[in-house]
């Protein structure tokens, strides 16, 4: 094709500065990547050593070889179960009011702007709340049920945002021919907007308790404590009704806490700890993104949209 | 002299009955009044075409009958539809708009089938009529697929996902999942515009095979299409009815100059 | 009747084409009947061979426009009164023609007539009046088509309800001066063929009227009397 000489010069200017943001673009991600790989290559190599059974069953210790994620990582975990038993159906609940049911006026569009705004609150403000109003005025105590309600509290708003985008993006087209075949609201909600919006619901409740699962700052001010030798009563006992709810008023420990204790120790053993630890810390959080991932993806295939 | 009089190819309208009477009927977003005191009715079995040029009114009119404005806030009705032979008014706010929906169902513009099998597309509609018996439904998806001419193509993949099928094969499954219900009112909503001639023509097809059993009520942009398929034809601008009469009396000798005008492409 | 622009200033071009055409055609055989009635009134031959040969271009008209027809049909789906003006110009191209074969007919005809030499001035003055009365009709439906206007029209198709009766007169002399000359006999009835012929065009010119009638009105009124013809043409 003839291409006038002044045309190809044109052409030759805007392809090199096509070429310059790629460098740029590939060089910004190799900085962050590489910023992450390091720290990550550091954290392995400092704590690999300490990773072997034992560590996920002792208790912490005063002798490093001997100290264990026990309570941290079960405490984590009991934790993370009261969070997103509270923060997720309520979370969903609230977007899919505020989303469907909600009618639009001055006062939902206050409450719209006033849940992003809760978002980006520093955790640490939680815990205070928290502090005042479930440790002392509740009179809950330093309880997995009172960290577990404080870090719902912190993610609702995550999922209260996600679950809205999401069925925001649901078609509606698809509304529209629910609600010509005669079905109520209520029905054209659960029957298809909600599995529309499944996914997207998901990625957000994930994200939020990724987020739960690693803060520090509202769990230590209402008192977990970083040294506790004991785990919570278990769950179930051998009792009528078999459920126990004792370990919700139990003093807990979790993992960021943990971390933390250990680097403030100046012993190299109790780094070692604190970066295993940050290990299986990190390795706990993409495990979570992992199963969130699959779930989009098993939720998306039948969907087929 | 036995050619002057044309209505007497075709049976008189007072012998028609009606299936739904429209009067008065007036509408507003908000402020603005999007249909102007219309006087229509829509004859038992058979098919009326609205036709109209873009912002005229025809979908407006069309989503009026089942209540579908009633989705979205600031939207107002004056004059009743008065659906027959229970001669209730639609669009009485006594009425439930549910019910109303139960009664008439809608084909829209968009193929929109759920993103569910087949099946549960199909279902759907009776699942919410309350019936639960599995070999009911399995009897009543067959049926409104074959009136819907789908059957054959789908009925060794009734639990396959509906996106799978093809632009026409999905309208034809709206069409299905319409039928199911047993509608007194079919509404269609310029059902082909998304779809190419061939699948055009099979829902044209189809449309002409439903008449015989269901009053079809089809909005449509193309003329050649209304000219086609209906029996009686409406002609809308800026919220106006201009002229309703026989298709053929309209598309050969219309009575207003603008409908002339818009069929024989004078204006837009 | 409705001749305002479409959108698409194509069509309007083929539709302007099309009309153009079919005067054209309507003024051919216009000028073939003249030349043909004064080739019968003045003896002159070559006027006579003139029409005969003009013949052939009357018939491409026909053809050339039912085929313009036939493509703007195909191709633009015309509805209401751009349909009802493609069908009614595909009856009139036909009427047209005719026309143009009577005028053929009678300038055959006109040699025969005065080789015979047989013939009194008289008569030829008769038929010749008759055929500018035809004439006159004819003129009257080409105006009418071209400016729709359906009272000329109604006019032609009353003219031809009492030129019938002319017509029928004379056929009738001329019938008595067969009997009262029949060595003249072969003339005579040449004549009388031509007074039919002059008779047929006026029918022709009234059918014209008739299809101008159905463009206008969409009303088809090829076998009413002219009473209900009237009042559906001349009603609002």
Known sequence: MAVPVDLRRVIERAKRRDVIFVVLGLAALAFALCTFVALFANMVSVGWSRLNPDFFTSFASRRAENAGILAAWVGSLSVMIVTGLVAVPLGIASGIYLEEYAPRNRMTALIEINISNLAGVPSIVYGLLALGMFVHYFQLGASVLTAGLTLALLILPVVIVATREAIRAVPGAIREAAYALGATRWQTVKDHVLQYSMPGILTGVIIGLSRAIGETAPIVTIGAVSFIAFLPPPPVSTTFPFLSFEWLWSPFTAMPIQIFGWTSRPEEAFQANASAAALVLVLMTLAMNAVAIWLRYRLRRNLNW | ?268 | MNMGDHLSKQFDAELIALRSRVVEMGGLADEQFVRAIEALASGKSMLAEQVIANDAAVNALEVLIDDLCAHIIARRQPAASDLRMLLGVSKIVSELERIGDKARKIARLTHAVHDAGVIESSWIIDLRSLGERARRMLRDALNAFVRSDLETAVTVLRSNRDFAKETSRATKQLVLRITQEPTCAPALLDMLSITRAIDRVADHAANIAEHIVYIVRGTDVRHATLEQIEREALRD
């Open chain 2, 1 to 268: 002299m036995t050619r002057m009089n044309d209505e007497r190819r075709k049976p008189d309208l007072s012998t028609l009955t009606p299936k739904a009477q429209v009067r008065d009927l007036s509408f507003f977003y908000g402020a603005k009044q999007a249909l102007k005191s219309i006087n229509l009715s829509v004859y038992d079995r058979k098919v009326t075409a609205l036709i109209g040029p873009s912002g005229c009114g025809k979908s407006t009119f069309l989503r009026c009958f089942n209540r579908m404005h009633d989705l979205y806030p600031g939207n107002r009705y004056q004059g009743e539809i008065r659906l027959f032979p229970d001669d209730v008014n639609l669009l009485s706010p006594q009425v439930d708009p549910i019910e109303v929906r139960m009664r008439l169902s809608m084909v829209f513009q968009k193929p929109n089938p759920f993103p569910k099998s087949i099946f549960e597309n199909v279902a759907y509609g009776l699942r919410i009529r309350g019936e639960r018996s599995r070999s009911v439904l399995i009897d009543r998806v067959e049926e409104a697929l074959k009136g819907a001419a789908l059957w054959n193509e789908v009925k060794e993949r009734l639990d396959d996902v509906a996106t799978t099928l093809s632009g026409g094969q999905q309208q034809r499954l709206c069409i299905a999942r319409a039928l199911a219900c047993d509608p007194e009112l079919l509404l269609f909503d310029e059902p082909t515009s998304a779809l190419d001639p061939i699948a055009t023509a099979s829902i044209e097809e189809l449309i002409h095979e439903l008449r015989e059993k269901i009053t079809i009520l089809i909005v449509t942009h193309n003329m050649q299409q209304a000219a086609r398929v209906s029996d009686f034809t409406a002609y809308m601008y800026l919220g106006d009815l201009v002229e309703f009469g026989w298709t053929d009396d309209v598309f050969f000798r219309p009575k207003q100059k603008q409908t002339e005008d818009y069929i024989t492409g004078r204006f837009g």
